[in-house]
């Protein structure tokens, strides 16, 4: 009987988180305000031509390479940021690796680390749910191959010191260091929110990956980038698939990189809206967790399903993370457009005060 390899058997399957596209959908931390009108025109623009045509990966791996003031040499476009992680994981990790990072995280990690068969090696967070950067340096060991941070970290919202990652690529010279920036444009402006993307020069173990999921709006099209040193990303370039990224978003990828000024406004109202947020949870008297995403993680504890219920009768989907190790009777919210903020704010207080009745 025809069996797949035993760590793909042992696989939990991965359930998709959206449950429902009804009403108003802050459970998935998407860009509620859409994409740039210029990447929606070049959308309508394209021919039969430009549809039928394989993609040129190297095209977009030239224009992401000078956005970011990198080599194309250091950059390699994905299918999203779940096919950089893969790439990453499944180059450096075999059965004897050691796959290290901190919970609550992205999902993803573990999963990745496990489909290779790698024993994954998860670092409990404090109360603070900050990235516990001594334990990770405690964890460290010749047999960790990859060291996955989400920073700023989802589902927390918190962004790690640039000098604590630092000392992490440096603590672990023989591991792929991934630092997942999926979240950057959305930081505060603050010191620990630095890019490691100049530290790629001299970190040879370093990578750094970032999204057009988010602030760009465009996680339908589904483009990551992964960065690193031109050695590095030369081997899973050799890996990654031929025709990995579709014609129709490298076509868009120009119009996205030039329209800073919209995601600019974006990232304005998101830093706003979130602000909204944490005032509002701040009056309501819950812990909440500063956030530097697009969205705001909240503990409501025992409140929290009917909460998230309550809030689905207003249509409008929030997401449970009580599941997440750490994140017991915790809720995500993503933050919306301003328009959108009117409803959502009256809404999570008429819902706040219901769950606490139920």
């Given at each position: ?257 030039a329209d800073g000024s919209f995601v600019s406004e ?86 706040f005060a219901e769950a606490l009745r139920s």
């Amino acid at each position: 009987m025809l069996k797949p390899r035993e760590t793909i058997a042992a696989l939990s399957p991965y359930r998709s988180p959206i449950l429902s596209r009804e009403g108003l959908t802050l459970d998935l931390n998407e860009s509620m305000a859409g994409c740039s009108p210029h990447v929606l025109a070049r959308l309508h623009s394209l021919s039969a031509a430009d549809v039928s045509r394989y993609p040129q990966r190297e095209t977009g791996e030239r224009l992401v390479g000078n956005f970011l003031g990198l080599a194309p040499e250091q950059v390699l476009v994905t299918n999203g940021m779940d096919e950089a992680l893969s790439l990453v994981f499944t180059a450096y990790l075999d059965a004897n690796d050691e796959l290290l990072f901190a919970d609550p995280t992205f999902v993803m990690y573990p999963m990745l680390g496990a489909a290779v068969g790698a024993k994954v090696v998860r670092v409990q967070s404090g109360e603070d749910l900050a990235l516990p950067v001594a334990d990770l340096l405690a964890r460290i060991s010749p047999r960790t191959r990859v060291i996955a941070i989400a920073n700023p970290n989802n589902p927390t919202g918190l962004a790690a010191e640039r000098a604590d990652l630092l000392k992490i690529v440096e603590s672990a010279p023989n591991a792929a260091v991934v630092i997942d920036e999926a979240y950057f444009e959305f930081c505060g402006g603050a010191l620990k929110c630095s890019t490691l993307i100049p530290d790629l020069a001299r970190y040879p173990n370093l990578f750094v990956a970032r999204t057009f999921s988010k602030a760009y709006g465009l996680a339908g099209l589904r483009l990551g980038v992964l960065t690193g040193a031109a050695g590095q990303i030369d081997y899973l370039r050799r890996l990654s698939l031929p025709f990995n990224v579709n014609s129709v978003v490298l076509a868009c990828l120009e119009e996205a990189l030039a329209d800073g000024s919209f995601v600019s406004e974006h990232v304005a109202q998101i830093r706003h809206g979130r602000e909204q947020l944490e005032r509002l949870f701040g009056e309501l008297g819950v812990r909440f967790w500063p956030s530097e995403t697009n969205f705001v993680l909240v503990r409501l504890g025992d409140s929290a399903k009917a909460f998230v219920e309550s809030m689905k009768r207003h249509r409008i989907l929030v997401r449970d993370f009580s599941a997440s190790p750490g994140c017991e009777g915790c809720v995500r919210i993503t933050v919306a457009t301003p328009k959108q903020m009117e409803e959502v704010l009256p809404a999570i207080r008429e819902s706040f005060a219901e769950a606490l009745r139920s």
